[in-house]
């Protein structure tokens, strides 16, 4: 029932104006991917999401991750001022405000069973495993394929359906 929903809800988000960047809109997304990306890391007791680089979104994470669990996780959002303290995360969003360091962060986290965010215009090609886009004026992802089997994550098959593979 709640991927149904899920599948119902999530296109319709794209409706709404996108003046701008909307990040409450990012982190609907961001909550949605946990329960469609299989980690192969599940022992830990905490859902850790890391924001790298300045970034509304941090704000918005951090409302959803107080009235949402991911499965019988706590999540928790953390600011990531160096690439050194990522070893712990199961998310990184990675903030168009460090675009410039997107060759070495994709480096850096390739092979890490990260699951890799990012909001700039080509990420995905690059190795990024999930990269927001706006297409026709409304907030959509692209979905690398290769680079979630590089980084052992496991991504359903309803998820696939509404990405932009690439």
């Known amino acids: 029932m709640k991927k149904l929903l899920f599948l119902l809800l999530l296109p319709l988000t794209s409706i709404l104006p996108s003046f701008g960047q909307n990040y409450q809109l990012h982190s609907v997304y961001i909550y ?51 690439l050194s303290n990522t070893a712990n995360l199961s998310i990184l969003f990675v903030s168009k405000a460090v675009s410039g360091e997107l060759d070495s962060i994709i480096r850096k986290m390739m092979g890490s069973s990260t699951l890799l965010i990012t ?42 359906r509404l990405a932009i593979i690439i």
Do not use: C
């Open 32 to 82: 949605s991917f946990i329960k469609y990306v299989q980690w192969p890391n599940t022992s830990d007791s905490e859902f850790i999401i890391g924001v790298y680089g300045n970034s509304p979104i941090t704000d918005h994470l951090k409302k959803m991750a107080a009235v949402k669990k991911a499965g019988d996780k706590t999540i928790i959002v953390k600011n990531i001022n160096n």
């Open 119 to 160: 909001e700039v215009e080509g990420a995905a090609a690059k190795g990024s495993n999930i990269n927001f886009v706006i297409r026709s004026g409304k907030l959509a992802f692209e979905l690398n394929r290769s680079a979630m089997d590089r980084d052992n994550l496991k991504v359903s098959s309803e998820l696939t």
